[in-house]
Nanobody, 125 residues
Framework: VQLQASGGGLVQPGGSLRLSCVAH????????IGWFRQVPGKEREGVSC????????YDSDSVKGRFTVFRDAAANTVYLQMDNLTPDDTAVYYC???????????????????WGRGTLVTVSS
């Protein structure tokens, strides 16, 4: 499975970005799919995840109230809407999925079975 994230870029603090994730060659019908980020020298962090089974989402404390994960099944795309960005949100963002488990909480906290290339988000004035 190839997951491709896009939409990253440079944004000022307080600004917004929307990231997209497309599954190449497959329908985006994983039990759980979500977004992760990583800063060099730090562990990967699961930020926002979605259960395809029941649409229950999980957001980490660091992004709760600012980030929203949602999907467009017709477009075979999962999005991450990021609002009120801060410099601490600067990272490479990846989308990842779990092929068997449907828990959004488990995906964000235990990691994906599949993930692809990331997209860089830089928050700076």
């Amino acid at each position: 499975v190839q997951l491709q994230a896009s939409g990253g870029g440079l944004v000022q603090p307080g600004g917004s970005l929307r990231l997209s994730c497309v599954a190449h060659g497959f329908t985006l019908n994983f039990p759980a799919i979500g977004w992760f980020r990583q800063v060099p020298g730090k562990e990967r962090e699961g930020v926002s995840c979605l259960s395809s089974l029941n649409d229950i989402t999980y957001d980490s404390d660091s992004v709760k109230g600012r980030f929203t994960v949602f999907r467009d099944a017709a477009a075979n795309t999962v999005y991450l809407q990021m609002d009120n960005l801060t410099p601490d949100d600067t990272a490479v963002y990846y989308c990842g999925a779990h092929l068997t488990h449907s828990s959004s909480y488990a995906l964000c906290n235990n990691g994906p079975t599949d993930w692809g290339r990331g997209t860089l988000v830089t928050v700076s004035s």
